[in-house]
């Protein structure tokens, strides 16, 4: 075997190709722990009595949040006229709940999802995702599960703390429930709800007024959400989950189209993002199952897609069908990538993947 020359000292860390050893020496230690870490998870979702399951990563629709870029493709069949444009999952999400339609009360899944549009030291155009569901289930539940998961994989990687940088979070105290609307008033000076007098589709010269009011940049054109993210982005998100995990729960119902309202408050959906050392790391929901509903939030939620970028994915035809069926339940999609960043304390998260997506080419004109 021919031996690698030697690295010259002038040579930065960052330079390496990813495959020479000594790159591949630097990341060897998180990558041991991601493998335990693997292993605890699953050995705790098969002490809950969670299935397993595997689903296609080519669906017709690849998920339909907003502000999502999907990777898009051609299926084609043996006839040369039997093609289809699937797309590449930006979740597991629709596939999983036809399965709890079917009738598993409990599954997980940690699959590859695909993004496009996103890299940086938290974001990767392909990562791992876990993600479950619980029939008969609230969103409480969940994050009873998160907490339990969270411990093992400490516990799996050997530490008792969560790290970002300089920042640490203790998963084994006391974790912070915090509602989206007293965050705004914590941390923004802002009565998120007071903007919202119709709260499916909330007013945003109500909330540009106060962003403008507490010194948040505001442009003609900006709708609610567009106003909301900047404030939570400036003055919120990077105050969460320091010391402790923090649940950031209730959203408005504007923003949660696969939530439920939630009981006695129809201002604000079952749903809660988890929080980490100012890293978000899970998303999760009541499930709606109501297919007319569902269908109004998606249509909605495409035609924003359509003003801002031009363009816009099929409804899953099938999966509108399955909600029929689909018992009431919780779900959620959990950051595995990010999970085992914090646990072991790396910068990037390439520094945990065994291999990264290759950037894209960099032209002469961009290198100046």
Not at 127 to 150: H, I, N, P, Q
Not at 177 to 182: I, K, Q, T
Request: hydrophobic share 45%; with cysteine.
């Amino acid at each position: 075997m021919t031996s690698l020359p030697p690295i010259p000292p002038s040579v930065l860390p960052s330079a390496l190709p990813w495959w020479h050893p000594d790159a591949f020496a630097r990341r060897s230690t998180a990558l041991a722990a991601r493998g335990r870490i693997t292993r605890a998870v699953r050995a705790w979702f098969e002490a809950e009595d969670f299935a397993e399951v595997e689903t296609p990563a080519l669906q017709v629709s690849p998920g339909l949040e907003v502000h999502l870029q999907a990777f898009s493709t051609e299926l084609r069949g043996p006839h040369p006229d039997d093609r289809r444009v699937l797309h590449l999952h930006t979740s597991p999400e629709f596939a999983m709940k036809k399965l709890l339609a079917a009738g598993l009360p409990r599954l997980f899944q940690l699959a590859h999802v695909f993004r496009n549009g996103e890299r940086s030291a938290t974001h990767h155009p392909e990562f791992s995702m876990l993600e479950w569901y619980r029939a008969g289930a609230g969103y409480t539940d969940l994050m009873r599960d998160c907490e339990a998961l969270v411990r093992a994989a400490c516990r799996a990687g050997g530490t008792d703390l969560l790290r970002r940088g300089e920042a640490t979070c203790d998963p084994f105290g006391a974790w912070e429930v915090l509602s989206v609307a007293d965050a705004f008033r914590r941390y923004a000076d802002v009565d998120l709800l007071a903007t919202a007098p119709d709260p499916l589709r909330p007013d945003p010269a109500l909330l540009a007024a106060e962003a403008a009011r507490i010194g948040i940049r505001t442009a003609p054109g900006d709708t609610w959400e567009d106003l909301f993210f900047r404030i939570s982005l400036e003055r919120i998100e990077p105050r969460l989950g320091y010391g402790r995990p923090t649940f950031l729960a209730d959203y408005p119902v504007s923003m949660a189209a696969l939530a439920r309202a939630k009981p006695g408050d129809p201002r604000v959906a079952e749903r809660f993002e988890l929080y980490a050392c100012g890293v978000e790391l899970a998303n999760a929901f009541g499930e709606l199952t109501d297919p007319a509903v569902q269908r109004a939030r998606f249509e909605a939620d495409m035609a924003e897609k359509q003003r801002l970028y031009g363009e816009r994915y099929p409804l899953d035809e099938e999966f509108l069908d399955a909600l029929a069926l689909m018992p009431e339940s919780a779900g959620i999609a959990l950051g595995f990538d990010r999970l085992v960043m914090l646990v072991t304390g790396a910068a990037r998260i390439e520094d945990v993947l065994w291999a990264p997506v290759a950037a894209p080419a960099v032209s002469p004109a961009s290198r100046g």
